[in-house]
């Protein structure tokens, strides 16, 4: 499998930190978000939807659209998992918690 792009993951960090509310975004406000432009996150959402890393939560009745538009959140799979500080923090956490 090819690596993931930069926007591609510009929108699923997007869409972590902006799920974290509670609610699912749209692919609009992924791309503003992550200033990635329409077009590119149009082609790129639904590749991340079908491979797992994104999933529909929900829809949601807009003012710029006459039908309802998806709302997505990452799919929490070992492929969406961000590598590095979020590693990191899990392994400080449970250094923290260890007996003396």
Known sequence: ???RSEEATALLQTALR???AGRGVTLAELAAHAQVGKASARVL???LKRRGQL???GL???TYRNRPVA???PALTEATQL???VEVG???AGWAKAPA
């Open 1 to 3: 499998m090819r690596p």
């Open 18 to 20: 902006l799920s974290a």
């Open 45 to 47: 959402v639904p590749k």
């Open 55 to 57: 999933r529909i939560v």
């Open 60 to 62: 949601r009745r807009v």
């Open 71 to 73: 709302e997505y959140a």
């Open 83 to 85: 590598p590095g500080w």
């Open 90 to 92: 899990a392994c400080l």
